[in-house]
């Protein structure tokens, strides 16, 4: 595994980026090993907000040293990730929509919506409301023409 020393002030700890392999991911943080038997726990994920993605074991990624500590490795950015594992976009209000493997799961304001290999689930506190000019359920007409 390779180092890259960024510039740095006269008299000031070396800062590094290093790139790193994704060992274990906890939802929050993660085991990444650096160089060869070199292990580092409880890692800190600098992810974009809005965008949510839960790394696959052996993915790569960039990750800084700050001061030269490796107390203070942060991972700044993972490539190679989940291709089978849930994606996820989300707003600072919790309206979020996840890709995953049995399907898709839409939630916002207290409602839910998912659409999985199974079926399709709606799930409201209030209403659910459906414009069409025939609704069935299990093929009976419900309402329409």
Avoid at 54 to 83: C, F, N, W
Avoid at 117 to 135: F, L, R, T, W, Y
Wanted: glycine fraction near 12%; charged fraction near 25%.
């Amino acid at each position: 595994m390779a180092s890259f020393f960024l510039c740095q002030k006269k008299d000031t700890p070396m800062t590094s980026v290093r790139i790193i392999t994704v060992k274990a991911f906890d939802g929050a943080k993660l085991t990444v090993e650096g160089f060869e038997g070199e292990e580092f726990e409880d890692v800190e994920w600098a992810k974009q907000g809005g965008i949510n993605i839960e790394p696959k074991v052996g993915s790569k990624g960039l990750a800084v040293q700050i001061g030269g500590s490796a107390e203070r490795l942060t991972v700044i950015a993972i490539y190679d990730h989940a291709d089978d594992g849930p994606v996820s976009l989300y707003d600072a209000r919790g309206n979020k929509v996840e890709l995953g493997v049995d399907g898709i799961v839409m939630e916002g304001q207290g409602q839910k919506v998912e659409l999985l290999s199974g079926g399709i689930k709606i799930s409201s506190p209030s209403k659910i409301e459906i414009n069409a000019p025939q609704v069935f359920i299990n093929d009976i007409l419900q309402s329409g023409d």
